[in-house]
Structures are given as C-alpha cells and as structure tokens.
C-alpha cells in the first residue's frame, strides 16, 4: 500500500516542482515568538506549527500524537488510541532526551528526566504555536536536550471578547467537553481562561482515562513593560495499561491488558504556576525573566502476589498476597532571567537558569492476603535537587547573506537522595548518595541565504555543529530491574561507607560515592537546505551524533562481575529527513514528513549473566528504520477536508540485533472533515485508521517468560466534534 501512495505522488511533487514561482506569496503565521526559538530567517533544523494547524488535527488525542507530522517524530500510547499516558522519540531518542519547554520553562522532570503529558490533559488548546528543534539545540530552553526540543507557546489572549464551547464523542466511549472565555482587553489588562473535561475506556482492555484540565491567564501591559501571570493544572485518573501482551494472547485478543487488579489506577495532579516580565530597557535592549513553580501529587496502585512480607515492612512469615500505592510529593521552583541585545549585525543574549527541587516518595500497603488493614508505610526516600546554568547566545551577519550561531552554555548540578527510616529500612539498607555534575556544552553554525535561485526558488544553505550532556536519572544510578523502594538494593556506586549519625555504634545508613552509571556526551553534526519557491518548498537535511556512554540496560559490570544497568561505549544516531509543502491548486496543499535513520551501537560490549556478547553494529532498539508521513489538506470555503497517510519502519524489540525480535513495518490512512455550520458553529468528524490496519506501536523483549511483547494500537475509530464560537 505505502508504495502504491508513494507513486500516486510522484506525479503530484513534479507538476508542484515546474510551476512558476513567485517567492512574494509567501506568507507565514503570525506567531508568539520567545528567545528560545530559531526564526523564519534561519531555516535550520527544525519545524513549526501553528494554532490552525493543531486545530486541524484530532481533538482528544495528547500532544505527542499530534506531532508525527515532523520529520523524525515517532509517538504511541499505552491505551492504544492516543488517550491517557503518551511516550514522544525524536532521532531515535526516549522523551528522557527530549527536552520539552512551555513558554519557555522546562517540563521535564528534574529525576527522571520524563515529560508525564497526561498530567496536563487538552493542554494543546492552551498553545498558540509549537517548534519543533531536532538534534542538540541551542541553551535557552533551560533544559538538556540531545534528540531535540518541543516549545510550546501559550497565548489564548485575544484583544475582542470572545468564548468557545466544544463537544466531542466517538469510539471507545471517548469525550471532550470544553469552555474558554477571553475577557478581551479592558484598559492595560487582558485575561482568559478555559476549562476542559475528556475521557475515555482506551481500545485495550481496563485501559481507560477520566481526565479535567484548567488553563488561566492574565496580562498587563505598561509603557515600557508587560507582564503575564499563567496559572494551569489539571488532573488524571488512568488505569494501568503499560504492560505488552505476547503474539498468542494477540492473535485471541488484539485487546487485551496483562493487569488485571481492578483497582490498578494511576492518579496524578501537576498544577504550573509562572510569572513572565518583559521589560523594554532601551530600542536595543530587553530584560526577560520567568519565575515558576510546579507542584506535583500522585500515586497508582496494584496488587503484588507472593511476595515476602519483610519486603513489605512487616515480620518475617509466609509469602502474601497485597494491595500497594506508591505515592510522590515533589515542588521545584525555578528563576529563567536573560537580557538580550541587539546590534547592527544581530543580536547578543546573556542568560541562565536555576531551580531548587525537592521530592517525598512513599509507599503504602492497603491489604494483606485479602483483608484491609490501617495503611502503614514500607518504604520512603527523599531526592533533592539544585541545578544551574549560564549562556551567552551570538547571532551575528557575517555579511549580508551569512549568519553565525554562537553559543556557549555552563551546567551545574547537584542530585542528593536519602532513605528514610520506615519499615525495614534501616542501617545498611537505608542509603544515601550526593553527586555533582559540571557540563560546557558549546554550539555553533552557518546560515547561508545563498545569491542563487534554482527554479526560481530562494535556496539556503546552512551547516550545525554542538556538544551535549545529560547526567543520569535518578532510576539510572539503580539497577535494571530493581529500585530504591526494593529492600536490600543498593544505588550503582562503588564505593560506600557505613555512617552512625549519633556515635551510638548504631549503623544509621550507607553512604555512597563514585557512580558506576557516567553521564552521556553527545556530539551533533547537521548539514541541510531549504529551497521555496511559489508553490514548492522544502527543507533536507542530514545530521550525524556520536554517543559517548549512552546509559542502556547491562551496560557494565559490578565489582563482583555481576552485569548492571551502565553505558554502552559509543552509539551513532545518523539520518537523513525532508520537510516539504507543495501547494497543489487553489484547494489542495500537500504536506510531507520523511525521515531515514541508522542508530547503532558502534563499540558495546553486552554484559549478560551468560558472559559478554558484542552488540557492536546492532541497530538501537525501539525506534523505526524509516518514518513518512503525507498529509492532502483542501479547503473548499465551508468544507475543509485532509487525508493523512503515515508510514512507519521496523523497529527492534531489543538490542540483539535479533531479526526476531521486531515490531513490523505498518502504514494506516486517516480522514477529517471540518464544515462551517452557521457564522459560529463548526462540525468536525475524524476516521482514524481508516481501512482498519492492524499494526503494532511499541513493544520490547521478555527474555523470561513472553518473548516478544507487544503494545497494539486501535483498530479503525472515529471522533466527532460541535464547536460553537461567540
């Protein structure tokens, strides 16, 4: 099928390539544009998206799932049909690597580096445009990135009063339920807000979500300054569904859900609070500086089945069954200022971030062999967190046509993590750790707006080169399979002492030095063009990254021989992706995403508990070989319609290189059709799936029990939507 699509094309990029080309009827989207972003004028690695785009894709799905439309995005969910918890890899990069910004503030968890987007349900109606930074981008998002950035800009602040109200339902008892309001601007202030209600039984078994979001805004603008204060939270009740199912449960239950506690619930809330100024110190200087707060509580519960009970915080005894909820308390607070500086050849920025972080992890038992008991503790760790950092980004004419990049950026960070004492956590097996990390991460480019017009299009030429590090997550400094609330684990450090806080030759703890776990370098080479004309334009480029100790499962070996999570020597991530827009006719707008990677282990040896096998020149697990996505959107005044074909590559469940072990290539075909009802009211109505492909998403390797698992995704659903505007 992706080949007979592909030559239904072919004949469609000529006739777009030859037409006559007038570069002035290229318009772009007003945007909200941060510091933190490249601009129109350099057209390096990197895509937009705008508030119209994003409204025309599906309306329940989350975030990740609406990006696959980028060169190089790969997105699924647990659930199987874009609700409730989403994973996003870019270049063959776990979200861990992601770095994910809004408004400029960073998202991504300060201990395991993860970005939780169903904490923040339906956000994508808050964001007035997205950027999209493959590769190592440059310092100003205040986070660590390797396989790129998303920043995502709100403003829902309009300058008439206005209100929306939406309506959506379709399969798998899917639903939306939404209301905004703008007040509109009342002198020097302007606000707005919107509420949102959205849920869903997922296509996989016991896989559903019930999920609200807020979202409130409001700005003040002064002669020489403007300020905005953005208040967002929401919160999520979803039921596990993160467990793969093997190919003969698939082939009687394409469905199914390996939990099966009824109770198996994960319940979070993540309220953001952020305060921007903006303040205009000169035509040639401007003083910028965001002040965050995020705070988050949550737990999920499950049933464990013969388990020790002295694991549990109880007496020595039989095994037991139980019921457990692991719970998390956690507040980071942040400080993003930079001034930026213009001149007659660009522009400086000087800047930095810093944020304090502290969380409280906690686990309980509920039930013991079938009966209810007072809820008592069993484990407890604290994990504490300061980090800081300072750039100075150069943009500069070197002449008329060529821009450098410069920008030169310093890290420091500090992770402290203790036990508490609770349960059986107590002398040597409670333990405690500090480490520190310092990073240089230089970047630099070219951008060559070239004299030449091939076809009669304006062609660039630009070239990227920069330095990246990421220090190990909290979960990375313990073992593959076991973690800090494991009783008699200790964290993957070399070197412990044993501490007897009150001199009362009474061990209190174990603390630890020197981390087997190194953090990760990265080194990012791009190379690309873009070329646009009247009717055609279109971005190439290829990049080349070298891992020095990407942190892997078994990658070294304890001092006993034993294999451990660790670093695999040297990784490459290489690949080639294409961005293309062709403007068909009057209705018709093609849009095509293409990406062709190569990311393999160069030097690793494997350490198993069968001794060590070299990996070296195996293809990375869990990312595809190749990714196409082509979207038709038309517009018909009243009808606007598009049809999105998607092709997505292999993917290896581990890293044997195995050709067993993978998840096959899959194509699907999704419809929309968007129609204006009357002056304030729209129809909309997406088949997903269309011709009702059965394809797998995500998965990995059970050496143990199943074998290859599997993460299906739903079968052909639809959404329907009223939206009612006044």
């Known amino acids: ?223 020489k300054s403007v300020t905005q204060f953005n208040a967002y939270t929401g919160k999520e009740e979803s039921q596990h569904a993160w467990w793969a199912i093997n190919s003969e449960t698939m082939a009687e239950n394409r469905r199914a859900n390996p939990e099966t506690y009824e109770n198996a619930i994960d319940s979070f809330k993540q309220p953001h609070y952020e305060l921007h100024n903006h303040y205009f110190v000169s035509d040639n200087m401007t003083l910028k500086n965001s002040l965050y707060l995020i705070h988050g509580e949550g737990f999920y519960e499950n049933e464990k089945l013969g388990k020790d009970p002295v694991d549990f915080g109880m007496d020595p005894g039989d095994d037991i069954d139980l019921i457990r909820r692991k719970n998390v308390d956690k507040n980071q607070y942040g400080w993003v200022p930079h001034l930026e500086l213009a001149h007659d050849k660009g522009r400086t920025i000087i800047g930095g971030d810093i944020y304090t972080f502290h969380s409280d992890h906690f686990g309980n038992v509920l039930e013991v062999n079938g009966d209810e008991v007072e809820p008592f503790d069993y484990y407890g760790y604290d994990g504490d967190k300061v980090a800081w950092s300072a750039y100075v980004n150069e943009q500069r004419r070197i002449t008329d046509s060529v821009t450098l990049l410069v920008d030169m950026q310093y890290q420091h960070k500090t992770h402290e993590f203790k036990h508490t004492e609770v349960g059986n956590f107590s002398g040597t097996d409670r333990h405690h750790y500090k480490v520190d990390w310092s990073f240089f991460n230089p970047k630099g480019g070219l951008f060559w707006n070239t004299p030449y017009s091939p076809y009669g299009g304006d062609l660039n030429l630009y070239a990227h080169v920069g330095i990246a590090h990421r220090e190990p997550t909290d979960g990375e400094l313990y073992d593959t399979w076991m973690g800090p609330d494991d009783l008699g684990t200790a964290p993957l450090f070399r070197d412990g002492v044993e501490v007897d806080e009150n001199n009362d030759g009474i061990i209190d703890y174990m603390s630890w030095s020197d981390p087997y776990v190194n953090e990760e370098k990265a080194l990012n080479y791009e190379i690309g063009s873009s070329w646009r004309g009247r009717n055609l334009s279109f971005t190439l480029n290829g990049y080349w990254m070298e891992l020095d100790d990407e942190i892997i499962p078994f990658g070294s070996v304890d ?158 659903h639809f959404l329907v939507g009223l939206h009612y505007s006044f």
């Open 1 to 223: 099928m992706s080949r007979f699509f592909i030559f239904l094309l072919l004949p469609v990029l000529v006739f777009a390539a030859e037409a006559p080309v007038d570069t002035s009827a290229v318009t772009m989207d007003e945007v909200v544009v941060s510091a933190s972003r490249y601009g129109d004028d350099l057209h390096l690695s990197h895509s937009n998206i705008s508030k119209a785009e994003l409204e025309q894709k599906t309306g329940v799905v989350d975030i990740p799932m609406m990006l696959t439309e980028t060169p190089g995005v790969h997105a699924y969910s647990d659930a199987g049909n874009g609700v409730g918890y989403t994973y996003l890899n870019i270049r063959g990069f776990d979200q861990k690597r992601v770095g994910v910004m809004i408004n400029g503030i960073p998202l991504n968890d300060p201990e395991d580096h993860q970005v939780y987007w169903v904490d923040l349900p339906d956000f994508v109606n808050n964001v007035e445009d997205v950027q999209i930074q493959r590769g190592i981008t440059n310092s100003m998002g205040a986070t660590t990135a390797i396989g790129g950035t998303v920043n995502l800009i709100t403003d829902t602040i309009s300058e008439q009063q206005s209100g929306e109200v939406t309506f959506m339902g379709g399969s798998y008892d899917t639903y939306k339920h939404s209301f905004s309001y703008n007040t509109g601007k009342q002198g020097s202030l302007s606000s707005a807000w919107r509420y949102s209600q959205m849920g869903s039984d997922g296509y996989r078994d016991r896989s559903g979500s019930e999920l609200w979001s807020f979202f409130g805004t409001v700005k003040h603008e002064a002669e």
């Open 559 to 716: 001092d006993d021989g034993a294999p451990i999570k660790g670093n695999a020597d040297k990784t490459l991530h290489r690949g080639i992706e294409l961005g293309l827009t062709a403007r068909l006719n009057d209705y018709h707008i093609l849009k095509v995403a293409a990406s062709k990677s190569w990311d393999e282990f160069d030097t690793f040896m494997y350490h198993d508990w069968d001794g060590d096998i070299d990996y070296s020149g195996n293809r990375i697990a869990l990312f595809p070989e190749h990714l196409l996505t082509a979207t038709i959107n038309s517009d018909f005044e009243n009808v606007r319609t598009f049809v999105r074909f998607r092709a997505v590559g292999k993917q290896h469940l581990d890293n044997s290189g195995n050709d067993d072990r993978v998840i096959d290539s899959w194509t699907s075909v999704d419809l929309g059709l968007r129609t204006t009802i009357s002056k304030n009211m729209n129809f909309s109505m997406d088949f997903i799936n269309l011709f009702d492909d059965r394809y797998e998403s995500s998965g990995y390797y059970d050496p143990w029990s199943g074998g290859n698992m599997f993460i299906p995704a739903a079968d052909r």
